[in-house]
């Protein structure tokens, strides 16, 4: 799946952008920082439902709104953090985020344009987009550029 995300994979439905997040969460390595970018609605929350599925999560991933982030265990700590109503990227100290980073972990950012400096590494980025009816793209980058 690594090498499908890094050439740029089509998907046609939610169901098939769950599947690939199910598929790469066993090819990641633990403790890491997955950075999520993309407009709204283009699949980013749909992704870390199969990333949870993928690590044997039962709980269903659902949008963080008020707490900003929720953490879910399985085979691995799942982190997951919607940074898009934070005020500033030094807002992201004073969630202790840090502090549930237990290994194995990994960290899942939607919107981390906005907390681009505090973004714990090493971070991969997924650049999520639409290309036409129910046809969303997902490109992985190995670096944050
Ligand atoms: N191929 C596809 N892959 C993913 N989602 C799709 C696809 N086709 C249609 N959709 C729809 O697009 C929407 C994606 O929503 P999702 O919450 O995952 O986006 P998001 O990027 O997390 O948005 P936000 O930036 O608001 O958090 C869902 O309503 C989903 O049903
Ligand atoms: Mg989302």
């Not at 998907?11 to 403790?31: F, M, Q, V």
């Not at 929720?70 to 005020?87: I, K, N, P, S, T």
């Amino acid at each position: 799946m690594i090498e499908e995300l890094k050439r740029g994979l089509t998907t046609r439905s939610p169901e098939d952008t769950e599947a690939a997040g199910r598929a790469l969460a066993g090819e990641l390595p633990p403790d890491i920082t997955l950075a999520l970018s993309g407009p709204l609605g283009t699949g980013k929350t749909t992704f870390v439902r199969g990333l949870a599925r993928g690590w044997g999560i039962r709980e269903t991933v659902i949008s963080p709104t008020f707490q900003l982030y929720a953490v879910y265990d399985g085979d691995r700590r799942l982190v997951h953090f919607d940074a898009y109503r934070l005020e500033s990227p030094e807002a992201a100290d004073d969630l202790l985020i840090e502090d549930f980073l237990e290994p194995p972990y990994t960290l899942v950012v939607e919107w981390p344009e906005k907390v681009a400096p505090w973004l714990p590494e090493p971070c991969f980025q997924l650049l999520f987009g639409i290309t036409g009816e129910h046809r969303h793209i997902i490109l992985l980058n190995e670096e944050m550029p």
